[in-house]
């Protein structure tokens, strides 16, 4: 029928719109070279072998980790809490464990994909873009795209469960940088932290899979069609004790020196913190973990900075504690509608 004709046109021209949108972001041959390099490094280990063709239901994280044991075991079971269906976690490389710990655990639970991330250079944008398209492949329909020390939260209900009922297409999260008040923490889940409730810019995106989605680096960003929000929070841990924080800017400035590209602009924080000498690093773990800003590694705590257990909410500010720190009645730190 001419009704179902004009549905078909409008479907075409919806995916060749995102094609072009998506050629954009991939427009210069290195591009392409990192693209292919990227897919070439990543070894998917327990995937299903065939497309995906029924009814998109699930909701997927996927994550690219380095060293982050004492932190990555909390945040996946995190986000099995907040009813996210799969997780595809590539490991790139790591000496503490992790590689060895999320290999162990996809054994034992089939919702946790493994891959091996074999390749060094930092091209964070085009491994996610991959991941991203293969949560497609295997049946998502929503991507989480996940560091190894972000908690997210949705406001009054699980993460997955608003992400079904979303009638957008890209969600933004509103970042706010916590650092645990006790160095190291064992248990960071039930560990005071210190959180600005300031939404840090750039946030970070979730997105209704699709296979031409291409993620921006560092997963602030989505090139994909559709209506846009902002409904999602996360709680960072990104700096957990001075040896950590040391082993993560030195680590994450040698990676961006390898691309050949200028690491200034890739990772600024990364490379000034790599320039810091042991004492001065503790100098800075002393000074984020009271709540103050720090801008030898580009820490800012605009604030107000909260203190408080926040890791075990079900939900974004599920216990009303930031309320105080806004006018607002819904009590949503971060400005999230």
């Known amino acids: 029928t001419k009704a179902q004709f004009m549905k078909f046109l ?63 075991p909390s945040v996946i079971d995190h986000m099995f809490q907040q009813g996210v269906h799969r997780l595809l976690i590539a490991d790139n490389l790591s000496h503490d464990g992790t590689r060895e710990y999320i290999r162990e655990r996809s054994t034992h639970d089939s919702r946790i994909i493994y891959a091996e991330d074999n390749y060094i250079p930092y091209v964070q944008s085009e491994k996610m873009t991959w991941l991203a398209h293969l949560a497609w492949r295997y049946g998502a329909r929503w991507v989480i795209p996940f560091d190894a ?6 406001p009054s209900d699980t993460l997955a469960k608003f992400l079904q009922t979303c009638q957008s297409s890209v969600i933004y999260a509103g970042f706010h940088h916590s650092v645990p008040v006790t160095e190291n923490p064992s248990d ?66 040698a990676s961006a020196v390898s691309t050949g590209r200028d690491a200034t602009v890739i990772t600024p924080h990364w490379l000034a913190g790599s320039k810091l000498s042991d004492s001065e690093i503790q100098e800075v773990w002393t000074n984020i973990s009271h709540g103050l800003p720090d801008e ?8 107000p900075m909260a203190r408080g257990k926040f890791l075990r909410w079900r939900s974004w500010n599920e216990d009303g504690s930031l309320n105080k720190f806004f006018s607002d009645a819904s009590g949503n730190a971060g400005g999230s509608s």
């Open 10 to 72: 409008t479907a075409l021209r919806t995916e060749l719109g995102q094609l072009s949108y998506s050629l954009k972001a991939r427009k210069t041959p290195q591009q392409w070279r990192d693209q292919y390099a990227a897919i070439r490094g990543i070894r998917i280990f327990n995937t299903p072998s065939v497309h995906y063709r029924g009814p998109r239901t699930e909701v997927w994280g996927i994550a690219m980790v380095k060293d982050e044991i004492d932190i990555l």
């Open 149 to 154: 020390d972000e908690f997210w939260y949705a």
């Open 188 to 253: 960071v889940i039930n560990t005071e932290l210190v959180m600005d409730t300031a939404d840090s810019f750039p946030g970070k995106v979730a997105f209704r899979a699709h296979p031409f989605a291409v993620v921006v680096r560092g997963n602030h960003e989505v090139r994909r069609l559709g209506a846009h929000e902002h409904s999602l929070e996360i709680v960072h841990v990104q700096y957990r004790g001075a040896a950590q924080i040391a082993r993560k800017v030195r680590q994450g400035a």
């Open 296 to 303: 030898r590694i580009q820490f800012k705590a605009e604030g």
